[in-house]
């Protein structure tokens, strides 16, 4: 079972930020959030991943809610090149992919 | 460059052939990985090897075999028992532990 809650698609104008939503209510204490994406035709990339604190890096930003219940992974200026699946993971050996959630970004 | 190269890019099987899907890293990575994805669906595990010359089986392994005699290599075999192989397959590798994991271009196996 994937652990974790995504909606099945989402839409963002280009340009604009975008914030993907995951939920993963049964986290525990030492559950590393990862999330990936896929594009089109391709095998799934690293974007991000955190514990508790909120991270930042040239891809992207994860906000992680104070209980760990849920998690946000934040496109600042979505651009065509972001369409994909993005996955939220619970990092754990091995990987275990939900459906993710498809993004679709509109010029 | 470091990374992962699968091959080939499109396979061809036809019905009750067994056919071996290659999978290569130079990362010096200990663990592999094996991925199923249907059209539209997330990726299901098939094998994963966390060191040479041991592996388990995943949540789809029936009709499926995979070795680990090198580090480097991790060969999946689409047996003619598996009825629906028709899918992209992906390899995997990691440093082992939790630490990111990385991705090939996958190969597209497709049914004569």
């Known amino acids: 079972d994937a652990k974790t809650t995504q909606p099945n698609s989402m839409e963002s104008n280009e340009e604009e930020p975008v914030h993907l939503p995951c939920n993963h209510s049964t986290i525990s204490g030492t559950d590393y959030i990862h999330w990936y994406r896929q594009l089109p035709s391709q095998g799934p990339e690293y974007v991000i991943h955190?514990?508790?604190s909120n991270v930042n890096n040239r891809m992207a930003s994860l906000a992680i809610a104070e209980d760990r219940k849920s998690s946000t992974l934040i496109l600042h200026r979505a651009t065509l090149r972001d369409a994909a699946v993005y996955y939220c993971?619970?990092?754990?050996?091995?990987?275990?992919f939900g459906k993710g959630t498809r993004l679709s970004v509109i010029a | 460059d470091g990374g992962i190269t699968q091959s080939p890019k499109y396979l061809f099987r036809k019905e009750g052939q067994n056919v071996t899907l290659s999978c290569e890293q130079n990362?010096?990575?200990?663990?592999m990985y094996w991925y199923r994805q249907d059209p539209g669906q997330g990726l299901r595990l098939i094998y994963y090897s966390q060191i040479v010359n041991d592996f388990q089986k995943g949540d789809i392994a029936e009709g499926y075999s995979v070795s680990r005699e090198k580090k480097e290599s991790f060969p999946l075999t689409v047996t003619s028992a598996q009825k629906n192989p028709t899918a992209f397959y992906l390899c995997a590798s990691t440093t082992g532990g939790l630490g990111t994991q990385y991705f090939g271009p996958g190969t597209r196996l497709l049914v004569l």
């Open positions: 955190g514990l508790t």
């Open positions: 993971i619970l990092r754990q050996t091995p990987l275990v």
């Open positions: 990362l010096n990575h200990d663990a």
